[in-house]
């Protein structure tokens, strides 16, 4: 072979049978894609068709009742009512929108019930740290060890097995 490259060697047959399984898949959604498409264009068509309907027989649109045009007609003394009376006495004051609003009594902390410590290991002791100012109370905390999660009596049988890449075994880091 002229150039001095290595000859062309086709890749591995699983790769190529992955590629293919790939394809077909992202073939597959994008047709579920399409369709949804097509869905959501149908339905927002549906919904437009549906309101420009409401508009033309509601109240002002195109198929409006001869009727209520007859309404609009000036109105005649006997249409017009009579003027009420002003009222004997005065009304009392509305009340204001402002309310009070009375603050809560504070409510008292509940007792903890403290958990019966483990037989089998009994809780370390957390020593206290002097309040120290230029120490940020993050760093005093400490995990509570009765909170710990409790060692499981034996570890997973059913566990997969250590994962070596989707195409084979991991490449090293450069160095």
């Known amino acids: 072979m002229s150039g001095g490259g290595q000859p062309y060697t086709p890749p591995p047959k699983y790769i190529t049978d992955?590629?293919?399984a790939?394809?077909?898949?992202?073939?597959?959604?994008?047709?579920?894609?399409?369709?949804?498409?097509?869905?959501?264009?149908?339905?927002?068509?549906?919904?437009a068709e549906l309101m420009a309907v409401k508009s033309k027989?509601?109240?002002?649109g195109e198929?409006?009742?001869?009727?209520?045009?007859?309404?609009?007609?000036?109105?005649?003394?006997?249409?017009?009512?009579?003027?009420m009376p002003p009222p004997e006495e005065p009304l009392a004051p509305a009340?204001?929108?402002?309310?009070?609003?009375?603050?809560?009594?504070?409510?008292?902390?509940k007792a903890i019930k403290a958990a019966?410590?483990?037989?089998?290991?009994?809780a370390p002791s957390i020593p206290d740290l002097p309040m120290q100012p230029e120490m940020p109370a993050w760093s005093r905390w400490r995990p509570n060890p009765l909170l710990q999660p409790a060692a499981s009596p034996?570890?997973?049988?059913?566990?997969?097995?250590?994962r070596t890449g989707l195409f084979g075994p991991a490449t090293p880091p450069p160095k």
């Open 116 to 122: 019966p410590a483990p037989v089998a290991t009994p």
């Open 63 to 83: 198929y409006s009742p001869a009727w209520q045009k007859q309404l609009q007609a000036p109105p005649t003394m006997e249409m017009i009512p009579a003027p």
């Open 154 to 162: 034996s570890p997973m049988v059913n566990s997969p097995p250590p």
């Open 18 to 20: 992955f590629s293919k």
């Open 95 to 109: 009340r204001p929108g402002w309310r009070i609003v009375h603050k809560r009594p504070e409510r008292k902390p």
């Open 22 to 47: 790939l394809a077909n898949e992202v073939r597959i959604l994008l047709d579920e894609v399409g369709k949804l498409r097509d869905e959501r264009r149908q339905l927002q068509y549906e919904i």
């Open 57 to 60: 027989h509601g109240s002002g």
